[in-house]
């Protein structure tokens, strides 16, 4: 089906993990992609395969994101190139693990900042857009984890409770102005994820563990569908479910002891 056949989709992180698998479907639907990560090989590597495969058009843009005005620079650089995005994949972002103590702080500063400052200006850059226009679609990655404090991912799980509570007020905000605001929740997911946080898998992640590619096409679905949130998997519905019967601090207790290795 290539519903989506002139349109431009703009992936943040798209070397690797989700980034890959939201960049293939979105070929699949005939959508010309920009695709933006700071590692520009792979990047090239997939494009060549997409243009190959799906026949769309894809612009490749290095660019490190955890720096201020990356959304200016990204929406200029592309104005120069006479291309105007209609679907905005807000995916970029990684993971910390352990005591927060224990972190280098510009490492936990740097997370914060491409997890939140960086998705900001970007969403803000191409909504603005999209909002002038009357029409546009914007997914942002968040985590089961930003739905309860999680020891052992204490600032990473802040970030996303922030890029949740974010996405689903602009969900609200923008309908009126044709923007649809989409916020994807997923729990662990084979993406790399935990090697980048050097965290061994634990019990429970290896058993609630999902792939990717579904996952990303949940999240399309969803943002397609004019949903506000969407989390995937049943163990993590059930998860979050549940913690709605359990008290704070007894959240933060079995959240504690799950991610210990």
Not at 110 to 130: G, P, Q, R
Not at 231 to 241: C, S, Y
């Amino acid at each position: 089906m290539r519903d989506l056949d002139g349109k431009w989709a703009l992936v943040t992180g798209a070397s690797s993990g989700f980034g890959v698998d939201f960049a293939r479907l979105l070929a699949e639907r005939g959508a010309n992609l920009v695709l933006v990560a700071r590692r520009q090989g792979p990047m090239e590597e997939l494009a060549a395969k997409l243009r190959n495969e799906h026949r769309v058009q894809i612009q490749v843009e290095p660019m490190d994101l955890a720096r201020e005005g990356v959304g200016t620079l990204l929406k200029s650089r592309l104005e120069t190139l006479s291309i105007r995005i209609d679907i905005l994949i807000n995916n970029a972002g990684f993971g910390l693990f352990g005591p927060f103590l224990d972190q280098p702080l510009a490492t936990t500063m740097n997370m914060l900042h491409l997890n939140i400052m960086s998705l900001t200006e970007i969403t803000h850059a191409f909504a603005a857009d999209m909002a002038l226009r009357g029409g546009g679609q914007i997914l942002l990655i968040s985590s089961i984890g930003g739905y309860q404090a999680t020891p052992l991912y204490a600032a990473y799980s802040a970030s996303k409770a922030y890029v949740l509570l974010f996405g689903e007020a602009l969900h609200e905000e923008m309908k009126a102005q044709g923007v649809s605001v989409t916020v994807l929740s997923p729990g662990i997911t084979a993406t790399g994820f935990l090697a980048v946080t050097g965290q061994k898998p634990t019990l429970y992640q290896r058993v609630s563990m999902m792939q990717s590619r579904p996952v990303a096409e949940i999240g399309l679905n969803a943002l397609k569908a004019g949903r506000a949130s969407i989390v995937p998997g049943l163990i993590n519905v059930l998860t979050l479910a549940s913690s709605r019967f359990t008290p704070r601090w007894a959240q933060r207790k079995l959240a504690y002891q799950l991610m210990k290795n």
